[in-house]
């Protein structure tokens, strides 16, 4: 409803009712998120609301690590929200794919990077995408690996990571088709036991402490 | 004339309002007030008719204006209204409400004039107001010794009146209550107080059902009773209907008129007020205008400056949201975190458990087959001492028993179990009959020889006797005739022993064998037959040889 013209006193400012809650859904986002540029993220932010994308925000706040491995910003939980954003298609362009990780506030040259390593067009797959963030993040394949799960697993947070073996599988077959440290040997006889294990459980699901021994805290 | 206590009854003036036949009574200043009330009249003092005053007759000069108008001697002059206070009531003719009242009381005065004249007289006949009678009474016999006067017939010394009524018709004051009881009774002398107990009824209520069917049958008494009432009402002969345009009225016909009072006139009357009108609105109020008009002039941005007046709202708005994000984001992350852990925790437990689980199943295999293993060796043990006892029981057996068989065909052949079938079957079978056999030759033996001992005692006897005889005669003879009959030797006594034994042993020859018993009698006799046959001779040669062949044989069997 427009001002009217003139506006005798204060009672007569009409604030829309959506607006609090608009404004209040913003600002619990941008405290779990915590992005660098707010301004970016917001634009970001708004433009995925208005089209009704999944938002760039992280489901939980992570605090931020005190040493970092790498120290180009990505998360587990940034990758998360690139995985919420992203999964609903198998390809993603590059394009809206750089868009995206420009959102997050994050490097471009990382971004970059991670496409070095397996180089294609216009568009990329993008469990292949996820599983080479994974890859930056930790050092090992199997630090990797137990990256992945916890991204891509539906149960709940602290529960057991699990996902399904083709997909676990894949990706494990992926990685350790780009490392060039690892023989396919090895490889096939790690599948093969986490194969066995998967179908006694018969769900064929594999979880985190069947191939990655957590430490504990 | 006696103006005498002419207590006229002045008709009242029936007002409209007023009810129950109450008029005012009438009043008038008169002079004369009855000095006597002779009946005990307690109500009224009627205003004494001054000879003059009332009467209607005379239709004079009273102060009863009214009166004045009317020039007929009649009945209801009305009275001026005098002081009524005590006179409340007016004592005239007022018809019983219960019975029909006279209509013509009511009329208004004006009205009496003509029309009333003829009925006035029938009027004041049936007059139940007593008090009226003696008034019409005393109107009548007013208007008759006026008549009277006129015609000069009669007067009394006492005028005629009707019986007063007893009863008082009238209250003292409008003010004063009606009293009921008019003497104050003792509350405890008064039966209209409850006695007894208040919590239960008195028998006859409490039972609720006689009653109804008492009540019925009350009820239906009363209504026969009202039926037959009724019924002989209809019957009774009843004065015809009153002719078109008239009306009958009660009279009474009796010779001395009284005053009937015990019902007092009631009349009811009704009034009525209008319908309320809705209150009208109230007019609005418009005070007056006071003070004086000013006017100014506002520009544009003096009035309402949005930046300013917005900068609170804002700072609530924006405030507010961010605390409450911040509160709400608290929340959340302290609740996922809780839920974190939780899961972690369970994680960490069910490897646990599952590792509990392992241990605990190794466990019990372990154990299984340790309870296996030893009972095994159990077993082995078992057998291996079975066998150990079982061998020593063997050996020992063994050697207790080894001297067992022939001890056992020893003792069995001690004890004839093992015999040679054909010794046996002789021993069983023959010998016994041999024995028979002997026994029987043997037997056969002593009965021959005592047969052959009774032959020859007969024989000696015989002989003796012959002999005894024949000591007279030869005796030999017959001997040899004896002897060769039996087959014997001569000689009496030796010869018949010798034949016994001969006979004997021929009889014996029949048997094979002998006996051991028959040897001695055959020893013996053929040894005494040895020794007396020396001495026979002839005959005897014969039986010597068979005797000694028998003798050889008896010898042989003897000697064997």
Request: hydrophobic share 30%; proline share 8%; glycine share 6%.
């Amino acid at each position: 409803m427009p001002l009217p013209d003139t506006m005798f006193c204060a009672q007569q400012i009409h604030i829309p009712p959506e607006l609090p809650d608009i404004l209040k859904q913003f600002t619990k986002a941008a405290i779990r998120t915590q992005p660098v540029d707010v301004l970016q993220w917001s634009a970001g932010y708004f433009s995925a609301l208005s089209r009704g994308d999944p938002l760039p925000v992280k489901d939980r706040i992570e605090m931020p690590v005190a040493t970092q491995k790498t120290d180009t910003g990505l998360t587990q939980g940034l990758l998360k929200v690139l995985h919420k954003q992203c999964s609903h298609k198998q390809y993603v362009e590059l394009k809206d794919l750089e868009k995206k990780w420009k959102n997050l506030c994050l490097p471009i040259e990382k971004f970059r990077a991670i496409l070095e390593l397996d180089p294609c067009d216009e568009k990329i797959e993008w469990i292949k995408f996820l599983a080479l963030g994974c890859s930056s993040l930790g050092g090992s394949l199997k630090a990797a690996m137990k990256n992945v799960c916890e991204i891509l697993t539906e149960d709940p947070e602290g529960g057991p990571a699990r996902i399904p073996f083709d997909t676990f599988s894949y990706i494990y077959q992926y990685l350790s088709g780009l490392d060039p440290d690892h023989p396919p040997g090895e490889r096939e006889l790690f599948l093969a036991t986490l194969r066995e294990k998967s179908e006694s459980r018969k769900n064929n699901m594999i979880g985190l402490s069947d191939f990655y021994l957590g430490k504990k805290t | 004339m006696d103006a005498g206590p002419v207590k006229e009854r002045p008709v009242h003036r029936r007002a409209r309002g007023p009810a129950g036949g109450r008029g005012y009574e009438p009043e008038v200043s008169i002079t004369e007030v009855p000095s006597g009330n002779p009946a005990g009249r307690n109500c009224l003092k009627f205003p004494p008719p001054g000879g003059t005053s009332r009467c209607p007759a005379t239709g004079g000069g009273a102060a009863d204006s009214l009166q004045a108008t009317r020039g007929k001697p009649r009945v209801a002059p009305p009275c001026c209204a005098g002081p009524l206070a005590s006179h409340p009531l007016p004592r005239e003719p007022r018809p019983r409400a219960s019975q029909h009242p006279c209509p013509w009381h009511y009329l208004h005065v004006s009205d009496f004039h003509d029309s009333l004249t003829p009925t006035c007289l029938r009027a004041h006949l049936h007059r139940r107001g007593g008090s009226s009678t003696p008034d019409m009474a005393s109107a009548m016999t007013d208007h008759n010794p006026r008549a009277a006067e006129a015609s000069g017939t009669y007067t009394y010394t006492s005028r005629p009146r009707a019986v007063p009524c007893q009863r008082r018709r009238y209250r003292d004051s409008l003010l004063q209550p009606v009293d009921e009881s008019m003497t104050y009774g003792n509350i405890m002398y008064d039966r209209r107080v409850i006695r007894g107990n208040t919590y239960a009824l008195p028998a006859g209520q409490v039972p609720g059902q006689p009653d109804p069917l008492e009540l019925q049958r009350q009820q239906q008494a009363r209504r026969k009773s009202l039926a037959r009432k009724r019924a002989q009402a209809q019957l009774r002969p009843r004065t015809p209907e009153p002719v078109e345009g008239r009306k009958h009225v009660d009279v009474q016909t009796e010779l001395y008129l009284e005053e009937i009072a015990d019902r007092i006139v009631e009349v009811d009357m009704e009034c009525q007020t209008d319908a309320f009108l809705d209150r009208p609105p109230t007019p609005l109020f418009i005070p007056a205008k006071t003070g004086k008009d000013v006017a100014t002039q506002i520009l544009i941005g003096e009035l309402f400056d949005f930046d300013l007046e917005v900068k609170p709202m804002l700072q609530v708005l924006v405030g507010k949201t961010i605390e409450q994000a911040l509160l709400e984001v608290m929340e959340e992350e302290e609740l996922a975190n809780l839920r974190a852990n939780q899961y972690a925790y369970e994680e960490i437990r069910n490897v646990e458990l599952a590792e509990v689980q392992r241990l605990e199943e190794q466990e019990r295999r372990h154990r299984e087959e340790k309870e296996r293993r030893k009972k095994q060796q159990w077993e082995i043990i078992h057998k291996h001492n079975e066998t150990s006892q079982k061998i020593s029981a063997r050996a020992f057996a063994q050697r207790y028993l080894a001297d067992l068989l022939p001890s056992v065909f020893d003792s069995l052949r001690n004890s004839g179990y093992f015999y040679d079938p054909i010794e046996r079957d002789i021993e069983i079978g023959f010998l016994p009959w041999l024995m028979n056999e002997v026994e029987k030759t043997m037997e056969h033996c002593m009965v021959g020889r005592t047969v052959l001992d009774m032959l020859i005692r007969e024989v000696v006897e015989r002989r003796l006797n012959n002999y005894e005889h024949k000591e007279d005669t030869q005796p030999s003879m017959r001997s040899d005739d004896v002897f060769r009959g039996p087959n014997t030797v001569a000689d009496p006594s030796v010869s018949l022993e010798l034949q016994e034994s001969t006979i004997s042993q021929s009889q014996k020859s029949l048997l094979d064998k002998h006996s051991q018993e028959s040897n001695p009698t055959e020893e013996g006799e053929p040894v005494s037959k040895n020794d007396q046959g020396e001495p026979k001779e002839s005959g005897q040669e014969e039986l010597s040889q068979p005797e000694g062949s028998w003798e050889q044989e008896s010898n042989s069997a003897g000697g064997q």
